[in-house]
């Protein structure tokens, strides 16, 4: 589909100048552009590439001299990544098959609003509520009893189990799965594990007469609000007794582990592989940096930022920026960690004999 420079700048709500009738099909970076693409350079440094390739349209960082660069129109991003978030939303137009798969099986008791897709070999339960305009892609399971709302995108391979309620608007990635059962299991008596937390590991070590761990069933489903998205192969866990839930607008990155009873917060960033274990609180705004693990029944603050690799063992206050593990004020981590690095000189230094007052810092 061909866009006019004047149709895509008033999607990125912002100027343009130049032949805004000239029309492009796609975007590229500048070296490898074609007449029929829109060239992305968003600072200066990407500025001589534009000569090497092909394009007569760039987005271009403000007050460039897009004449200057050989190019017949330009559109101008003040904010660049926000222009490419809105960009590449107006490019990408993926076509879906209107109605139902002939393989796909619906059961004849689930409710499908207006315009719902559901691809080849997708199965919807009985009860399951399906909100107009949702694209159900191919393989993909809703659960019996589970709700959709609106223009959601569910795709290949998703899973969506028993009682979990979506709201609109939410995408699920390649097989995510929502409302499997929680990690919770239980012994007759209390096993080492228990002991070992309540006395640290100073208490003596139970032999129990029965090992079995029982499974506590997670009944409490889990609740995602409007704008959610969760990526390729992350999981959030049903709820033991209340369901798990995820505010509205938070995004959720590929290998990402939400557990059981687990409260997410609004417009929150969860990264790669982040974990957080049971029955912790996330506050609104939040962003767990990639590999970040989260320990059961804590609370993180509103507008926390948690480093990558960085592992919370206690509660963190809102506005807080935590580094490295345990998880330490990123102030006082980076301070920790020079003087760490200096240690080695300071330590030869004092064994011959140098004075104190000759170290910098």
């Known amino acids: 589909m061909m866009l006019t420079i004047a149709r895509i700048a008033e999607a990125l709500g912002t100027r343009a100048e130049g032949d805004l009738s000239l029309s492009v099909r796609g975007a590229a970076e500048p070296a490898a552009a074609s007449p029929d693409d829109l060239a992305v350079a968003l600072a200066p440094s990407w ?17 460039a001299d897009w004449q200057g660069l050989g190019l017949a129109a330009a559109i101008f991003a003040p904010r660049g990544r926000l222009a ?24 004849p008791e689930a409710v499908l609003g207006a ?27 809703i659960a019996a009893g589970a709700v959709l709302g609106r223009d959601s ?73 409007d704008d959610v998205e969760i990526g390729a192969c992350s999981t959030v866990d049903a709820g033991t007794i209340r369901a798990t839930r995820i505010g509205s607008g938070t995004k959720i990155d590929n290998l990402v582990q939400v557990a059981h009873n687990v409260v997410i917060g609004r417009h929150c960033l969860l990264c790669g592989q982040a974990a957080v274990a049971g029955s912790s609180v996330i506050g609104d705004r939040v962003v767990l940096g990639g590999r970040a693990g989260v320990a059961d ?65």
């Open 297 to 361: 029944n804590l609370t993180i603050g509103d507008d926390a930022v948690i480093t990558a690799n960085t592992g919370i063992l206690a509660n963190v206050p809102a506005g807080r920026v935590m580094m490295g593990y345990p998880a330490t004020r990123i102030d006082q981590f980076l301070e920790s960690y020079k003087a760490l690095r200096r240690l080695p000189r300071v330590l030869r230094d004092l064994g011959s004999g140098v004075p104190k007052a000759t170290h910098r810092r």
């Open 115 to 141: 315009d719902v897709s559901v691809g080849a070999l997708a199965v919807i339960g009985p009860g399951a509520r399906i909100g107009a305009g949702t694209r159900i892609e191919a393989h993909a399971s």
């Open 153 to 225: 995108l569910i795709h290949a391979g998703a899973r969506v189990e028993r009682n979990v309620r979506m709201g609109d608007r939410v995408i699920l990635h390649p097989n995510a799965v929502v409302g499997s059962d929680g990690f919770s299991f239980v012994t007759a008596t209390p096993a080492h594990v228990e002991v070992a937390r309540e006395t640290l590991g100073r208490g003596a070590v139970p032999v129990p007469e029965d090992p079995t761990w029982h499974r506590i069933h997670s009944l409490g489903g889990v609740e995602i609000g």
């Open 47 to 63: 500025g001589e590439d534009i000569a090497r390739g092909r394009a007569r349209a760039a987005l271009l960082w403000p007050d």
């Open 84 to 107: 490419l978030a809105r960009l590449t939303q107006t490019l990408d137009r993926r076509e879906a098959e209107a109605g139902i798969h002939p393989s796909a099986v619906v059961h």
